[in-house]
């Protein structure tokens, strides 16, 4: 039974940064990539980043330049290090595993950009 968590959402005011993490219960090496997603209220949910298992990374156009996603393979942890951050980046942010044909989804942390 794959597990993701996710943790280090909050409150965070207009141009703040924020950095949330991603922990799975096996090796994160063993997922052909990992993800996260965000779905603002009465939204769909949107890909925010990505990192395939051999490093490659994606970006929406929305936050390039301001969003990294990077990750500790000892520590089986994917992190969203969020910074520059506006109203519109607020959201319930997901944690996104993709292997052997099948999505695993952590339960979602909150992101509030407010001041």
């Known amino acids: 039974q794959v597990e993701l968590v996710e943790s280090g959402g909050g409150l965070v005011q207009p141009g703040g940064s924020l950095e949330l993490s991603c922990t799975t219960s096996?090796?994160?090496?063993?997922?052909?990539?990992i993800a996260w997603y965000r779905q603002a209220p009465g939204k769909e949910r949107d890909l925010v980043a990505t990192i395939a298992v051999l490093g490659s990374k994606h970006y929406a156009d929305s936050v390039k330049g301001r969003f990294t996603i990077s990750r500790d393979g000892a520590a089986n942890t994917v992190y969203l290090q969020m910074s520059s951050l506006k109203p519109e980046d607020t959201a319930v942010y997901y944690c996104?595993?993709?292997?052997?044909?099948?999505?695993?989804w952590g339960q979602g942390t909150q992101v509030t950009v407010s001041a």
């Open positions: 996104n595993a993709y292997k052997l044909s099948r999505d695993y």
């Open positions: 096996e090796n994160i090496l063993n997922f052909d990539r």
